[in-house]
């Protein structure tokens, strides 16, 4: 990839960054900035702020970075992180009472969306050829993101099948005051999808399905960590939730990182 290229994910990681720092500071330090939410979303808000300053601020900036020093990989791990924050400021542009952060919430939306589309377009436009012989490290890949996304869909569907079928809100669903569970909205109609189709392509041995399987195994590692850390604030703030939880998240988020790290090491890249 071009380094002008590099030079506009960085500069789009930079302002980013800024922007996602700024509203996660003022978020976790302005007491009562999220009083019209349930005490139950607060803390989760709260939580994701953290988060997103502590974690995903520095790892965007190293991966944009990385990309920018033409390497590959970085370039897609970068677009992992894109995807993370893409998918929470979803939330937190739907599912946060209006405040006087709301155009900043769209803003962070909106750019790491049309990042996330212009990094796609660069890469299929890219001259490059992507290659994994067909071992192991494929093959338990795939069945590990076909499982999950499957799992994942038994978990949601567990939890919203019984409250369809009582025409009652689910209990989680009340506890946080909103309409519906933007998580559910998300994971049941797009990312676990998209993660079972990528789990089709490494298993078949398709191109895409090695890029895109480092992209969602980036956004699982960092979206794990993320749900084990709420859980774990979620009982400190004595909400009913578990630390088995949180030390649960532990286990596909290190099968997450593994996998990750063992991709990496498979990936061939030749330019033409």
């Given at each position: ?11 789009l990681s930079i302002l980013l960054s800024i922007l996602i720092a700024g509203a996660s500071s003022i978020g976790m330090s302005t007491p009562g900035f999220y ?238």
């Amino acid at each position: 990839m071009d380094n002008g290229s590099g030079k506009i994910i960085l500069s789009l990681s930079i302002l980013l960054s800024i922007l996602i720092a700024g509203a996660s500071s003022i978020g976790m330090s302005t007491p009562g900035f999220y009083a019209k939410e349930t005490f139950n979303w607060q803390v989760q808000s709260v939580g994701q702020d953290m988060i997103d300053l502590f974690m995903i601020v520095p790892v965007l900036i190293i991966t944009a970075i990385l990309d920018y020093r033409n390497n590959y990989v970085g370039g897609l791990l970068w677009a992992g992180v894109i995807v993370y924050i893409l998918y929470t400021f979803i939330i937190f542009s739907f599912d946060i009472h209006f405040n006087r952060l709301f155009v900043v919430y769209c803003l962070i939306l909106g750019l790491s969306f049309y990042s996330l589309a212009w990094f796609i377009y660069r890469r299929i436009k890219s001259p490059f050829i992507i290659g994994i012989k067909k071992t192991a490290v494929t093959r338990i890949t795939g069945i590990f993101l076909i499982v999950l996304s499957l799992s994942f869909y038994l978990l949601w569907l567990s939890k919203v099948i019984p409250g369809i079928i009582k025409n009652t809100a689910p209990k989680e669903l009340i506890e946080t005051g909103l309409m519906t569970n933007p998580v559910q909205v998300i994971d049941l109609s797009v990312l676990l999808p998209g993660i079972f189709i990528t789990g089709l392509w490494i298993l078949s041995g398709k191109p895409r399905g090695f890029l895109f399987t480092i992209i969602i195994l980036t956004f699982l590692v960092l979206m794990n960590i993320t749900i084990g850390w709420l859980a774990f604030m979620m009982k400190q703030k004595g909400l009913e939730s578990s630390l088995l939880v949180a030390i649960m998240m532990a286990v596909p988020s290190l099968m997450s990182f593994v996998l990750l790290l063992w991709n990496i090491k498979q990936v061939k890249i030749k330019t033409t």
